[in-house]
């Protein structure tokens, strides 16, 4: 086994795409703080992507092998840490998600994905049949479900849910049966309609998360109450039109109206400021993204290689497709930031050692 | 087979966007606008208006309303309880407020409290960054000076009614002040300026954080009458609390004086916000104190009405002027008696033209109205201004009757009756006038014949005047008997002036027949109505002043009289007062009788409904609207003793 391979075998095209998509990222929470009593706060950003971009390639140096050996141990501190967190952790916006590390809260939600996303892979890796048997499929279920419900005692559903799509990609490409794809479906929507029928969400879900569904059924009926993020967001994006209204003149964005603009509703203000022109922009960098996720996943070396690389892709494109749907109005607002344009520590440290694992296949693909 | 999830998911995102930022957009675009910007109206300050010498007769006083801006719901729930408090407005009140605005546009604020304490504006301003739902405008409301001076003439302001908003063609808008009465619904034009916008840009949490352009209010314009602070200020201390009605009016020019009516409302208490209690005891009020006297109570103008008898004698010659009557106290016409005002303590004996002025004769009038007819005097009524409206710049004026058989046809398809025209001709029966139209009327004889339209705007355009061309004998007569009333031992001879020629003729209209007074026993509500109309010089007056004291039990020489003299003497003292010092006034104390019509019709009538009159008996007469000639008016009524002065 070969050890430090060249700088050449980067994705070199991957890091451009990552890097144009941090800078508008960058521009617009600029854009979105200046002269309010957030300003800097694109500066402590360039401070994550730095940390990032270090930590990145720190991780694509190491080994995914050795990482993948790892997997039960780092299941372990996982659940442990959200133990913690439920037990001892730092209430934020009314909810349990971060602990102090190295002097900044980190959410340690945005750990586990990363945790899930190797264990997922090694799990899958070792199933060598070319059928998925039940009894695995229920194991992985229940690998991924117990820090799903962790995580939701937290609460934070956005983050749970991002744990599924890592699930079900892994789940296919192990080879899914389709009967057992029809039954988890039907569990799936059951579980989606109780959500949405109120006499069962009202003992599953917290009241604000009833509400932001409720909110999201019926935005106009309470225009200024839980569907006022969703209508404010939808009129900066409306109002934006196809040029867009320019970099700091989008009033929703300047005046405060759209909700966290600068982290989980960002594609907002950048619709705004910089219309269609510019959200075809943002979402051609992420669709290269995820296509160029998806090709560093065929190109890996072996089974567990695969799996990682699309685990991070899922759970990518899973953010995209969330966050901005909620943006839109298209979906409930679940609080789930828009990878690498939000603001936010622990969330962009998260994406960026995922591509760190990205990294460290793509490196080792000739290795053997 | 991921590739064509991820393109698939980003087309479909896209196509969301698309929808949003290409279909909608203008329909975002509107929105955003609304959001950011907040329009704060900037009330235009009405127009003031000035006595004829520039004195200040009504203007405005600054004041704040509280607005609520309503454009956030949640933030408005929340904040009621607190606004409650702070402002002491009950909770119930401002969800009222709320929900009766609620088909409003969001992005207009409301009224919560018209007239904020310096405690309220304090409270706002401590509480801007957590309560900031809450705005103040300066609006300057109108200030009339206290006690209701002037107030029927000056009318008031209120809130826009639903009706007016309408009919306005967008000029008012839910919440505008306009005029409701008297000369501010008439100059409303005029004195209403253009509210203007101030327009802000306001932040999520409704902070303030930038100006746009601001639309300047434009202030009404103000306007000067004609009315004489002084005079008018002698007019409403000389007839005090008594209900009634004075106008002055300048007969060569028909601008207005003074205008009084009595009772009155004080119109400041309605420049804030009427409470429906008040509202309500104020239109209940068997005074009626909103009724304008001056320009609405129709009422029978009793002995004044003599005065046009007399000239319309004079121009027909019919009876000719050397007609004598003689006046033994009655008389009996149709086998029925009528009686002078005099029956039962003396008689006028043979009676001429001019002694019938002095004295107020009614046996003599009623022979020259017998031998005249209904028609004529109708005729000569009409022209000279009775029955229909002076045409005074202000609104609902009141027409007044003069009676005539075509009208006795038209409303109640019968005949005339002889024995009526014994009553109209001397100011009884179904007559009836207004305070105004005895004035103009009376000041236009005195003028040979001209009738100026009574006007209070001061350089009103295109005054109408009426010409009907009285012989120049005839107003030589007419004027030389009216002065004779004051000045020759008439039933005016109280009043006299030294130095000034004031001139006039005394009325005492029954409000009841002597039959129903005789049941009821005498009560003060059917006590008769004191008229005296005078003016000075004696030809071509300066001013002619009506004056009507409704229900004193006195007769007009006695009651109304010395309202008259007071004011024409205010005149010339303000007159002389640079030329010739104070006029030394020598009063005359003679009590002197009056003249009242023993026709047994009643006569009391109050505002408006003058169409389609009902036939009312007698003791109900008192309250009802209008009063038909009665048939009682051709009975004769039974011998009275004791209710004659």
Known sequence: ?368 | MASYVIVGMVGVLLLGFWKLQVIDSDKYLSMAERNRVRSIPVIAPRGRMLDRDGRVLVDNRPSFSVLLLRDDPALVDKNLPGISEGLGIPIEDLKDDLSTTRNLPKFQPIVIKPEASDADVAFIESHRSDIPILEMISISRRRYISGGFMAHASGYVGEVGEAQIESSNGRFRPGDFVGKTGLEKQYNDLLMGTDGLRRVIVNSVGKEVGPLPTQEAIPGKQIQLTIDYDLQQVAEQSLGTRPGAVVALDPRTGEVLAMVSRPTPDPNDFSVRVSKEEWKRLNEDPLHPLLNRAIQAQLAPGSVFKIITATAMLEDKVPPESYTAFCPGYATFYGRQFKCWVYGKSSHGVVNFRKAILDSCDIFFYNVGMKLGIDRLAYYATKMGIGHKTGVDLPSEESGLMPSQEWVERVFHRKWYAGETISVSTGQGAVTTTPLQLARTIGGIAMGGVFKQPHLLKDAQNVGEERFNISEPTVQKITDAMYGVVNDGGTGASLKLAGIELSGKSGTAQVIGYSTRERLGKQKKFEDNAWFVGYAPRRNPEIVVAVLVQESGQHGGTASGPVVRDIIKAYYDKKNKNTQGQTTVEYNHYDFGEGTNPADAAAVVHAAQSEAPAKIEGASAATAAIIPPQPESQTVPPPSKGTRR
């Open chain 1, 1 to 368: 086994m070969k050890d430090a391979p060249g700088t050449r075998d980067y994705d070199w095209w991957l890091l451009a795409i990552l890097a144009a998509i941090c800078t508008v990222g960058v521009i617009e929470i600029y854009s979105a703080t200046h002269g309010s009593p957030l300003a800097g706060m694109h500066m402590r950003q360039v401070r994550w992507l730095v940390i990032g971009f270090a930590l990145m390639f720190a991780l694509s140096r190491l080994d995914y092998h050795l990482i993948l050996d790892q997997a039960p141990l780092l299941y372990v501190i996982g659940i442990v840490a959200l133990i913690a967190v439920l037990v001892m952790g730092h209430s934020r916006f009314g909810a349990k998600r971060w602990i102090p590390i190295l002097g900044e809260f980190l959410q340690v939600s945005e750990l586990v994905k990363l945790i899930i996303i190797i264990v997922v892979a090694r799990f899958f890796a070792e199933v060598r049949t070319d059928e998925l048997s039940l009894p695995d499929l229920i194991k992985a279920g229940l690998l991924v479900g117990l820090p799903l419900v962790l995580i939701l005692k937290q609460p934070d559903l956005g983050t749970a849910l991002v744990l599924l799509p890592m699930l079900v990609v892994g789940a296919f490409l192990a080879g899914l049966q389709w009967q057992h794809a029809a039954i988890v479906s039907l569990v799936g929507i059951l579980a989606v309609g109780s959500v949405f029928y109120p006499p069962v969400s009202r003992h599953i879900l917290k009241p604000y998360q009833r509400e932001r569904v409720t909110s999201f059924l019926h935005p106009e009926e309470d225009a200024k109450g839980s569907g006022y993020q969703v209508l404010q967001s939808k009129i900066a994006v409306g109002s934006g039109g196809f040029w867009g209204k320019g970099f700091g003149n989008g009033t929703q964005n300047q005046l405060g109206y759209i909700p966290v603009r600068y982290s989980d509703f960002i594609m907002a203000a950048w619709a705004e400021e910089q219309g269609f022109k510019g959200v075809l922009l943002a979402l051609g960098l992420y669709m290269a993204l995820l296509l160029r996720l998806v090709q560093n996943a065929q190109r890996a070396k072996d089974r567990a290689g695969m799996f990682l690389v699309m685990g991070v892709a899922a759970a990518l494109g899973f953010h995209v497709l969330v966050n901005v749907a909620m943006v839109i109005g298209a979906m409930p607002v679940t609080g789930i930031p828009l990878p690498l344009m939000s603001y936010g520590g622990s969330a962009t440290l998260f994406v960026f050692l995922a591509i760190g694992l990205v990294m460290n296949v793509r490196l080792r693909r000739f290795v053997n």
